[in-house]
């Protein structure tokens, strides 16, 4: 009971908090997206309207699908860049380890808003160092007007921001291998790819759990960065189910907006949720 | 395992650096580059007249003021809240306990923009929208789960002999805190502080809707530079002096960043 108590009060802190910022508000977007909302004080029952409105609109289903794709790509390419680089990192000298670390760092420190300004200072085709190369290479660059292009330019510049986190969370599993592990796979001649498969790969899996979730949300929802880059064009390719919302909250359509915003909440918990039971059930243990 | 200086991981590293730094390169060079066209000097010259005239306004220096403010009260609410909670995580087994760590962590995954117009109705009527708590507090959303994870698993790192000698010397919880567990896990906290005054320093949606008429962030400053004529050398000067507080956390937690990202099953 004393324990219960005292196990109680070291969480309250955070639970008030938590509580305010998080439940709350999400309940209040709950409440929103039954209503049909002119303003705070004019707001009527609807029921499901809206997400049946949403659920069989073209607009929501081409912005979910676009959505999952993006978020694909950046795993497909992120996840294995990251561990990669991280597996090279942890063989090197510690100061040059730390100094790679620190390097893959700096990107997470810049504000997201300024991310898609220098990048697109970056391929200016006049004062951009890589528009100027990109020109004299000969090769038409135009993220305004093609769609893969404005695809590969937001790629790119998301891997360049995230790519830190991947490496930071994969080279603190690395490192927690003791270095007899090791010791003893060089004497059995182990092969570089059975030192991954059975040595690396296992320690990698319990913290890439997390990174893999993180990079799926936060790519799924992926907002200020590409809405930046070009607005969710050329002709829509690049709007992505959070700039979908962010039109419904700028034209002041609420219940609409809380409706769409749940429904993203919705397809997070579901990963989340799918995600855990397969790597617990994988582990063998809750 | 070997570490060295083997030639293949240093073309490797070689790289890295180049995708890295390019674009911070392009826009330190912009950043000293007179970029509109001014009397008696040309476009394109070097100088240092986008730093000046950042000193020159009163609201690029308030926007750093602040940000500063909101960054550093979040870093103390998530250590504040955070520590006590990731103690109890640590050394405290309770049916769901886990559960509700992972719930937590949750709430960091739930995206700012599905919360942004139910919070800012809700801190609009406690008198918190213009104010650097608002802001320090709706960070938490996403930072506290984060601070809680990272002190978790160092916590966890430390011995439980550790709490039990201290209680035996008749340290109450409050003084153990102080006197041990802080000194013991220091590392940590500077790392959890790290990821929270980054991830709170760099996030535009919350700190967009919740400064109305005042107390504008400098992401926001960064923002309203963009007119029908954008000083791109003054965006780029800004944003140089907006890296400086985050490099500057990168050196102090240079040597534990790779740390305390474990978790226990």
Redesign the interface.
Known sequence: MR??L??G???L??????G???V???L??FN?SFHDIFS?DQAYWIGLEWYQEIVTSDRFLSSLARSLLFSGVILAIQIPLGIA?AL???????V???????????????????IP???L??VNPD????GRAIEGMGWAFDYKFTALHTWALIVVMDT?HWIGLVV??A???L??IP?PL?RAAAIDGASRLAVFRHIELPRLA??L??VL??RF?DS??I??EAFAINAGGPNAATTFL?LD??ED?KAYS?GS??AR??L??LV??TV?WAF?KIT?RD?G?? | ??????PA??L??AM??L?????????V??SFLNTLPRDGLAEGTPSLINYRNIFASDDLRASLVNSGVYVLLNVA?CL???L??A??FSR?R?TGD?H?L?A????????????????F??FAQVGLVNSPIGIA??H??FN??IA?WILESFISAVPQELDETAFIDGHS?PSFFLRHLIPAIAPGIGVAAFFCF?FS?????FARILTVTGGKP??MA??ALFTFQTD?GL??AM?VI??I???A???FV??H???????R?
Do not use: K
């Open positions: 324990q219960a005292t196990f009060a070291l969480l802190p955070a639970l008030v908090v938590m305010f910022v998080a709350l508000p999400l209040a977007v929103y705070l680089l090279v990192l942890v063989r090197l000298h510690p040059l380890r730390t100094f790679g670390l620190m390097l893959v760092a700096l990107p997470l420190v810049v504000p997201w808003n300024m300004m220098i990048w200072a970056l004062t951009g160092l890589a360049w930071i969370l080279c603190a599993s490192s927690a270095a090791y319990g913290g759990a997390i979730l993180l949300v799924f929802m907002y200020t959070s919302l962010g909250i609420y907006a809380a915003a749940m993203s909440f997070v918990v989340v855990v617990t582990r243990q809750a | 395992m070997r570490t060295g200086f083997h991981r240093l490797v590293l890295l650096a995708f890295i730094l390019l674009p911070l390169v392009q826009t060079v912009l609410l504040g809240a955070g006590p909670a103690y109890a405290y309770f886990r509700l992972l937590l962590l949750v709430f960091r995954m739930t995206p700012p923009v599905v919360l942004s117009l139910p919070i109705i809700l507090l709706v938490c959303l506290l789960p809680i919880l980054s320093w760099v996030e535009v949606v400098i992401t960064i923002n791109i965006v780029m944003t907006s890296l507080p985050g490099v956390m990168i050196w240079r040597n960043i790779a740390r305390g990202f474990t978790i099953a």
